[in-house]
């Protein structure tokens, strides 16, 4: 069975600061992972995958499958960053499936 | 700019009352989710539909809750009886798989409450 660990509920940093929100998975295949965003008032979006290894809005996410995480990283840290981040993986056994299942998710708070 | 339609998006109910929400995917995209987001469990997956055969709804409590998409401009999510643990909101997405980026593209999602 996959599933996704997100271990922080909240987090709060001050703007200007490192931050990273911890993502870990279980999941026996080849895992495609990604992080998703849902800003005050707008609908979950995408935020980045795995598989694009590009920056969004600073953020980046690498996929350690030794360790089973995906941990999302910005080195400054925006208040405009402030938002709901969830750390979904999909079950692509055979390509038949793309099940997402998400973490419980974490909140970021960037104080000025 | 294409997007995923919820409705209603708030609803107030009493506790034994039939609730019915509704979703209009993206057109052309040809899988369907249902999840329920609450503080404590985050998203869960409900139930989920691949060109509108389900494929999983091992997340749904089966004796109350069903999910049905009549065609493909059409998902519902049914709670008969409806109980005050059902307050949640329920976000559908939809989004293309082989063909497609994998990215699901979400509702505004329904904000149901059970008093």
């Known amino acids: 069975a996959q599933r996704v660990t997100q271990p922080e509920k909240l987090l709060s940093v001050f703007k200007g600061a490192p931050v990273e929100l911890k993502c870990n998975y279980s999941?026996?295949?080849?895992?495609?992972l990604f992080w998703y965003v849902q800003y005050s008032r707008q609908r979950l979006q995408l935020l980045l995958r795995?598989?694009s290894r590009e920056s969004i809005k600073g953020f980046t996410a690498d996929l350690n499958k030794g360790e089973t995480s995906f941990h999302l990283k910005k080195p400054f840290a925006q208040e405009e960053d402030s938002a709901m981040y969830y750390c979904?993986?999909?079950?692509?056994?055979?390509?038949?499936?793309?099940?997402?299942?998400f973490g419980k998710g974490t909140l970021l708070t960037v104080n000025p | 700019d294409a997007r995923v339609t919820q409705t209603p998006r708030h609803k107030v109910t009493e506790m034994g009352q039939e609730v019915t929400m509704r979703c209009q995917p993206i057109?052309?995209?040809?899988?369907v989710f249902w999840y329920r987001q609450t503080m404590m469990q985050g998203l869960e997956l409900l139930a989920y539909?691949?060109?509108?055969?389900?494929?999983?709804d091992s997340g749904m409590p089966k004796d109350r809750f069903s999910a049905e998409m009549p065609d493909a401009t059409l998902a519902t999510l049914k709670i008969q009886p409806s109980e005050p643990r059902d307050s949640a909101v329920y976000f559908c997405?939809?989004?293309?798989?082989?063909?497609?980026?994998?990215?699901?593209?979400f509702g505004e999602g329904s904000r149901l409450t059970v008093l």
């Open positions: 997405a939809s989004g293309l798989v082989w063909g497609g980026t994998g990215e699901l593209f």
């Open positions: 999941y026996s295949g080849s895992p495609e």
């Open positions: 795995h598989i």
């Open positions: 979904a993986l999909s079950d692509n056994s055979g390509g038949s499936n793309y099940k997402l299942t």
């Open positions: 057109l052309g995209h040809n899988t």
């Open positions: 539909f691949r060109n509108r055969a389900p494929l999983d």
